[in-house]
């Protein structure tokens, strides 16, 4: 059974650049989140979304995030313009969102912005 | 009200010898209570999880003490060995999201 599948793996751009960050759940699992870590404020909750309906984005940062949910089998984070503060990695994890089902986490993208 | 407070940051533990790391919280909204346990350029992994109606649950050399009047819960990791330094993350969960407290890095020197 794959996991949770995430790309790329490691991201290096200029400030101002469009960064999009994908993600792949696991098959069967209907919520997802997209988390931030920082060595400053941890793991942070950007956005989650159930049955691919957004339905908490108060963790987003400002405007310049975006997180869609087009399919049950795909997601994608964008971040236009880039900061360089936006640097962090970025995790994605799937639930299927019944009872004490764990969140599995995928291994993130590493994102340095320039 | 929304924070889950961890500590100690870091931890260093001989090999054999026993690790423990706390957490506090003041939602008391909160109904489970998940570690994970994350290894370097890896994303963190479910350990072991308990609900507040339960004060104790052990798995292995893993158990999670749990003081709902106190509003506290920990890990204990017994035996530990080099295989097990990682950083290790207690969590809350609330209306299906999950807070996670900042994290304390384990080190088990052999």
């Known amino acids: 059974d794959a996991g949770v599948i995430q790309s790329p793996r490691h991201e290096v751009t200029e400030m101002g650049q469009e960064v999009t960050l994908r993600c792949k759940p696991i098959s069967g699992h209907n919520s997802l989140f997209w988390y931030r870590q920082t060595m400053m404020r941890g793991l942070e909750l950007l956005i989650y979304f159930n049955n691919n309906v957004p339905i908490d984005d108060s963790g987003m940062p400002e405007d310049r995030f975006s997180a869609k949910m087009p399919n049950a089998s795909f997601s994608t984070l964008k971040i236009q313009p880039s900061e360089p503060r936006d640097s962090a990695v970025y995790f994605c994890a799937s639930t299927r969102g019944q009872g004490d089902q764990p969140q599995h986490f995928g291994d993130g993208t590493r994102l340095s912005i320039l | 009200q929304q924070q889950v407070k961890q500590s100690p940051q870091s931890l260093i533990v001989q090999k054999g010898g026993i690790s423990i790391i706390n957490c506090a919280y003041e939602?008391?909204?909160?109904?489970?209570f998940p570690w994970y346990q994350q290894f370097p350029g890896k994303g963190p992994a479910l350990l072991i999880a308990?609900?507040?109606?339960?004060s104790e649950k052990k798995e292995g050399r893993f158990t999670i003490s749990f003081n709902k009047s106190a509003k506290q819960f920990s890990l204990h990791i017994m035996d530990s060995q080099p295989g097990d330094s990682a950083t290790y993350f207690c969590a809350a969960r609330n209306i299906g999201n999950l807070i996670f407290g900042k994290g304390t890095k384990l080190s088990v020197k052999p």
């Open positions: 939602n008391t909204a909160f109904d489970y």
């Open positions: 308990i609900r507040p109606d339960v």
